[in-house]
Structure formats: C-alpha cells, structure tokens
C-alpha cells in the first residue's frame, strides 16, 4: 500500500468521507489516508494526527513528497488533541486500531472538548467492534452506513455516525451492526456462519466440561440464536 493506492480496508473508509471535506485522521499512519484523499480531490484540508513523533515525522516525509503541505497538517498529539478550533473539522477518521482504544480516544477527546458533536465519525476498529458501537449508542450517535469488507483474510467493519438524540439500538442492533443486519452481504454472511460454527465448537466443549460457567454458556447460547436468526 502507498499513499495512492489503498488497501481495501483504507479504501472502504475513503468512500464514506464525503466530498469538500475538513478531515481528522487520527493515528494517520504515513498520512496514506488523506494524502489519498487531496490527491482525489475530496477533501479541502486535513489534520494527521499522531502521538508519537517517529509516525508523525513519516506522515510529514510523505505529505511533503505527495505536494500537499499547505492542504494536510501533520501534527503532534493524543487522540482528538490533534483537533483545533480554527481546524473547522467535520469529518473524523480512526481507523486499524482496536475496538478498546478508539472507545478511548472518543471518551478522552469528548471529556477533552475536542469532540464538538458536529462532525461525523467513521470508524473501523480492528476488533472489539460491539464496544465501539456501544460508545456510539450511550453517546447519543446514530449509525447511518456500515460496510463489511474481507482484505488478505480478516474481515473489517467500517461505520460511519453522526450525532443525533433519541436514536436508540437493541443489543442485537450492535453486535451485528444495524445497518450490516439489514445488508446482509455475502461476507456478512461469510462471517457470522463462521462465528457460529466456531461458537457450537465452544459450547460442545462446555458441556463436557465437569463445570461448565452457567453464564457463559447462557450467552454463547443467545448469540447463537441471535446468529442462526439473522441468518435465515
């Protein structure tokens, strides 16, 4: 991957940032992701946000090297901190990070005032997707587009969100995605057959098991249901 052309994971994100943009990329890595962006022409500006100064000077090498010094800024920061108010940023991408550091980054950049809640949020967590999701929903975000893509292998979910009060989701609404549930693509679908025979495969186990956590097994048994349901 370079800054021209994306992997699909990147590229997914890419096609939910809409054109004329004033992008954060937090945790920017080379600045791949805007620099792509400027080049295409769908961004107006864009901060790249880094916390640690090696990955920051990379962005900055490259951004220099792509010509667009004046449209990215490549800045030193934690998390949403990257963010200033003459910035005027609408849009905020945090992406190929665990699913527990971006909920962070969001709760950290919001206790911080950095989170405005005019801007839109697009998210790929590389795992612990039910707790981003989980941090859209008690924070009042609504999931307006999600997408489900396979790259060298893993599956990735990609969502986008915007504040909104009173929108509100089921438990199964976040752990499948609202909108992935109503999609039901074929790698959606890849996915969850896959995650309910590797969860039968657990349960089996589990009741052969001397002692089996009467918990566990009562949750594994609902997500099964929950699977087998959205499937059919």
Not at 44 to 53: F, L, M
Not at 65 to 77: D, T
Not at 156 to 168: F, I, L, N
Request: charged residues 20%.
């Amino acid at each position: 991957m370079n800054a021209r052309t994306l992997s699909k994971r990147l590229a997914q994100v890419a096609a939910f940032i809409p054109e004329e943009a004033r992008l954060a990329d937090i945790g920017s890595d080379h600045a791949y992701l805007p620099i792509y962006l400027a080049a295409e022409g769908i961004i107006n500006y864009a901060v790249a946000g880094e916390v640690a100064q090696g990955p920051l000077e990379a962005a900055t090498e490259q951004i220099k090297k792509h010509g667009f010094s004046e449209k990215i800024m490549p800045r030193l920061a934690d998390g949403l901190a990257a963010i200033q108010v003459q910035d005027q940023i609408d849009t905020i991408t945090i992406a190929g990070m665990g699913g527990l550091l971006i909920s962070a980054i969001l709760a950290n950049g919001q206790a911080g005032g950095f989170l405005s809640k005019q801007e839109r949020l697009i998210l790929q967590p590389n795992n612990h997707v039910l707790d981003v999701r989980l941090w859209l929903a008690t924070n009042h975000y609504q999931i307006y587009d999600e997408q489900i893509i396979q790259d060298h292998g893993k599956f990735y979910e990609v969502m986008a969100a915007c504040y909104q009060k009173g929108c509100s989701y089921t438990m199964k609404e976040l752990y499948f995605g609202p909108i992935l549930m109503q999609k039901k693509s074929l790698i959606f679908q890849e996915k969850w057959q896959k995650e309910l025979q590797t969860k039968q495969k657990i349960l089996s186990r589990l009741k052969n098991a001397h002692e089996s956590p009467e918990a566990k097994v009562a949750e594994l048994n609902k997500q099964v249901a929950w699977i087998k349901e959205v499937l059919t």
